[in-house]
């Protein structure tokens, strides 16, 4: 359990400031999997498209069949990058399914991905490769120095198709016009 100062921000998405000063994660939207007294854990939701295929994941573990609809792969983060994680909406359950909220789900297993090759699969669905991951209280420190915002996530934006303006409207989600953005950061 979080100290009672600590926010918990699992289900949550966080937004980069203009000047995270880390340009792998410029303008990226991470949505929070796990928060906890051993850290965190997201999957970058609006990253560029993976040079890896589904056709090649499919051929990689010996799946004959594709999906009717096309699958896009993305970076979650750099943390494991060889590793799958699907966000999905709450359509789909499997007992490895873990409910994140009640419209967002996450399942990382060989299961999932035959279920969507047969379109058995759910309905929304963002797959990422890799995760971003904190250490007990970086976030929390991170926050506080200004790096991200954050906001209850909302499963429109996080199944998005539009990938390069989720940042832009997860940003609008808290009130906050980004062309007012100062890039010299201030503290409260």
């Known amino acids: 359990m979080l100290n009672k100062n600590i926010l918990n921000l699992k289900g949550n998405l966080l937004m980069a400031m203009p000047d ?9 939207v991470i949505f929070i999997c796990e928060h906890n007294k051993h850290g965190a854990m997201g999957l970058v939701i609006n990253s560029t ?16 069949k594709e999906p009717q609809k096309k699958i896009d792969i993305q970076s979650g983060g750099p943390v494991e990058s060889a590793r799958g994680f699907i966000l ?4 789909y359950k499997i007992d490895s399914t873990i409910i994140i909220t009640e419209h967002i789900y996450l ?24 995760y971003t991951g904190w250490e007990p209280g970086q976030l929390e420190r991170e926050i506080q120095e ?10 429109t934006l996080v ?22 953005f100062n890039h010299t950061p201030g503290h409260a």
């Open 20 to 28: 995270i000063g880390d340009q792998r994660f410029t303008e990226s």
């Open 49 to 64: 498209k993976s040079e890896l295929k589904f056709e090649n994941i499919l051929d990689e573990l010996n799946i004959h």
């Open 88 to 91: 999905h909406s709450n359509d």
């Open 107 to 130: 399942t990382a297993s060989v299961d999932i991905i035959k279920d969507i090759a047969n379109d058995k699969g759910p309905q929304n669905i963002r797959f990422t490769l890799g």
């Open 146 to 155: 200004n790096t991200w915002l954050h906001t209850s996530a909302d499963h």
């Open 159 to 180: 199944f998005s198709s539009n990938t390069d303006q989720i940042w832009k409207n997860s940003v609008k989600t808290i009130g906050i016009n980004i062309s007012h």
